[in-house]
């Protein structure tokens, strides 16, 4: 055999084999504004955290493609005593070091959440009374009360199922080092303030899942950036495209740049503990200058609808007909004079982004036209959050989301000021609505439970305890080489399910 022909047969030979091969598999890179500030579910209620838990932690529950609850940790359920006990039956299921998830698991990890003083969100689980491990792999949950919106709160990211022996034996460090998770993916690497990289959890209980090799859930503040890399090729996925840019992105045939549904609202964050924002007519009077129907225009481009209350309108019971604090400049001006307002200069704390930095603009100058002062303070977003809480800032432009369509959680998070999130860091406290809450989520009636909600949004949006914007559907762009992947309106990825195709 000549030693060309050696040549040609070895060459062939190398692109057979290479044809039999399988693609190398790839991670699904996903730039996000939002910081993972900790991988303990039970520890923030941050964007990019509560994406991160979501791939990280089983919950008992899950959301399947329908939208609807289905089978996770727990393989059935069944609810009695009128609806006061839930007993769920676990499935074979394994921790990513190989441990089986038990009842004990379960019973920890709930109590864990609505018991310990810090933490981040305790109102899913506020309604629980007892939770107790019957065996193994069957766990027992009595309510307060009868609620049936509670199933729809074991799928809520910090009813995510952590290991009770690891944390015990470990402490914080069982979420910094070695995290054991009980997800379908496990920490390949966490670099804080950088990025956090994943990959398939080999114990995953889902069969088949994941179908991917993990992903790196990439910080990047700048939303430029995000549209420059996801252009270049750089990302697979861009979490929050400005709005000016949603059509440039929608006419690139390399991507997918869908307006998927959403629970968000955006609002305005008043501080209610320190002057002048503490003055329900100082507060008003803010309300009213904004032309929030302008704002949503100018801001996403049409893409958004005006709020008009404190309930996201995707929620049971949103009120659509309530019309208070309507935009009215001179009435607000006039209100304003009215109170004890002494001319001082407001602080707006911001996450540094385009959006947030946008409407911040815009609130500086209409609450100028009626005398009201303000500066401008950026931070990047765990230093926002940490203002936030701790009562630094006089007016914040945010939003948040709910997990479910019922509003139970989101009165809980933004205006409950007894449930343990200081009504969303603005310190609103009214015991009129704080038990209003509780008679809302009790109250088995549908129509009289309907009208309980609308007067809670009566008496808050009247107050002020936030000033609504706009409700917005989601901005995220998708390379066409991804599959499989979208953003529920609960702020989780659906990826497990992805595929690439680079």
């Known amino acids: 055999m000549t030693r060309f022909l050696r040549v040609i047969l070895y060459a062939t030979a190398v692109l057979a084999l290479t044809a039999a091969s399988p693609a190398i598999a790839e991670k699904i890179r996903i730039g996000s504004p939002h910081q993972t500030t900790t991988l303990d579910p039970m520890r923030s209620a941050q964007a990019g955290s509560i994406e991160t838990f979501g791939q990280l932690y089983s919950r008992l529950l899950r959301v399947d493609e329908n939208g609807e609850l289905a089978p996770g940790l727990a393989e059935s359920w069944d609810v009695t005593d009128g609806g006061k006990v839930i007993t769920l039956k676990l499935r074979d299921a394994k921790f990513s070091n190989g441990e089986t998830i038990t009842a004990d698991d379960v019973v920890f990890s709930l109590l864990r959440v609505r018991d310990t003083p810090d933490s981040a969100y305790p109102a899913p689980l506020q309604t629980l009374d007892d939770a107790a491990a019957v065996d193994t792999r069957t766990v027992k949950l009595t309510l307060k009360f009868p609620f049936a919106p509670f199933l729809g709160n074991l799928e809520v990211f910090n009813a995510s199922i952590v290991s009770k022996k690891d944390v015990e034996a470990r402490g914080e460090k069982a979420f910094t080092e070695d995290v054991v998770t009980s997800g379908p993916y496990m920490v390949e690497k966490w670099v804080p303030n950088d990025r956090l990289i994943i990959k398939p959890n080999p114990n995953y209980w889902r069969a088949g899942y994941p179908k991917n090799d993990g992903a790196e859930l990439i910080e990047i503040a700048s939303s430029n950036t995000r549209v420059s890399m996801m252009q270049s090729g750089e990302l697979d996925?861009?979490?929050?495209?400005?709005?000016?840019?949603?059509?440039?992105?929608?006419?690139?045939?390399?991507?997918?740049?869908?307006?998927?549904?959403?629970?968000?609202?955006?609002?305005?964050?008043?501080?209610?503990?320190?002057?002048?924002?503490?003055?329900?007519?100082?507060?008003?009077?803010?309300?009213?200058?904004?032309?929030?129907?302008?704002?949503?225009?100018?801001?996403?481009?049409?893409?958004?609808?005006?709020?008009?209350?404190?309930?996201?309108?995707?929620?049971?019971?949103?009120?659509?007909?309530?019309?208070?604090?309507?935009?009215?400049?001179?009435?607000?001006?006039?209100?304003?004079?009215?109170?004890?307002?002494?001319?001082?200069?407001?602080?707006?704390?911001?996450?540094?982004?385009?959006?947030?930095?946008?409407?911040?603009?815009?609130?500086?100058?209409?609450?100028?036209?009626?005398?009201?002062?303000?500066?401008?303070?950026?931070?990047?977003?765990?230093?926002?959050?940490?203002?936030?809480?701790?009562?630094?800032?006089?007016?914040?432009?945010?939003?948040y989301y709910n997990e479910t369509t019922d509003p139970d959680l989101a009165v809980r998070w933004a205006i409950c000021g007894t449930c343990g999130n200081e009504s969303y860091y603005?310190?609103?406290?009214?015991?009129?609505?704080?038990?209003?809450?509780?008679?809302?989520?009790?109250?088995?009636?549908?129509?009289?439970?309907?009208?309980?909600?609308?007067?809670?949004?009566?008496?808050?949006?009247?107050?002020?305890?936030?000033?609504?914007?706009?409700?917005?559907?989601?901005?995220?762009?998708?390379?066409?080489?991804?599959?499989?992947?979208?953003?529920?309106?609960?702020?989780?990825?659906?990826?497990?399910?992805?595929?690439?195709?680079?």
């Open 237 to 399: 996925v861009a979490r929050e495209i400005p709005w000016a840019q949603v059509k440039e992105l929608q006419d690139n045939p390399k991507i997918n740049m869908p307006l998927e549904p959403s629970t968000m609202m955006f609002l305005t964050l008043l501080n209610h503990k320190r002057a002048p924002f503490d003055d329900i007519k100082v507060r008003q009077a803010a309300a009213m200058a904004l032309d929030t129907a302008a704002i949503a225009q100018a801001v996403t481009f049409g893409a958004a609808e005006p709020a008009n209350t404190t309930l996201p309108k995707a929620l049971k019971y949103h009120d659509r007909d309530l019309r208070v604090n309507q935009y009215d400049p001179g009435a607000a001006k006039a209100l304003l004079a009215e109170s004890g307002y002494d001319g001082s200069e407001v602080v707006i704390v911001i996450e540094d982004s385009a959006e947030r930095e946008q409407l911040a603009v815009l609130i500086q100058a209409l609450w100028a036209q009626i005398g009201l002062k303000a500066k401008i303070e950026k931070a990047d977003s765990g230093t926002w959050w940490s203002r936030l809480t701790g009562g630094d800032y006089d007016a914040s432009p945010s939003w």
């Open 426 to 502: 603005t310190f609103y406290d009214n015991k009129q609505v704080d038990e209003m809450v509780e008679a809302g989520a009790a109250e088995l009636d549908d129509a009289k439970r309907g009208e309980i909600y609308k007067e809670m949004q009566r008496i808050t949006t009247t107050e002020v305890s936030q000033i609504p914007l706009y409700y917005p559907p989601f901005s995220t762009a998708y390379s066409t080489a991804v599959t499989g992947l979208t953003m529920t309106p609960a702020l989780q990825w659906t990826l497990e399910g992805a595929e690439i195709t680079r």
